[in-house]
């Protein structure tokens, strides 16, 4: 067990891994999340800044839970666009064409790494150096 800051509140705790978040605040965000999710889901089409304005959420903690597909929103206003071609989206990192090009791409990836058929074992004793003396 080793103690780490609380990236959100400072206080040191005991860190087991995941997020450098301590329990008490790991609950508070938990709260936050639920709020943010109700408010979504009351107000479809509001934006991030609407939202954290009437929760009490940090933009930044918003953008957050968007970018790791925990929140959608549903206001195609640009505010998340794809990391690769820009175009707007409303979760995640990437628009859903990028994400299947990107399939498609590991894909023929794992197609080109199949083992290869074993080559055969070179008999090596033949080329042994030898003095000529
Ligand atoms: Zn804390
Ligand atoms: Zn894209």
Known sequence: ME???????????????G??????????????FQKVKEYIRDNRGASVLEVARECEVSEKQIREWVREERLELSSRDGEFVCEKCGASITSGRFCDKCKNEMVDSLNSAI????????????????NKMRFLK
Not at 3 to 17: A, D, E, P
């Open 3 to 17: 103690v780490q800051t609380c990236s959100r509140c400072r206080k040191f705790f005991n860190y087991i891994g």
């Open 19 to 32: 997020e450098r978040i301590c329990p008490a605040c790991k609950e508070e965000v938990e709260k936050e």
């Open 111 to 126: 197609k080109k790494e199949a083992p290869k058929p074993e080559a055969p074992k070179k008999l090596r004793d033949g």
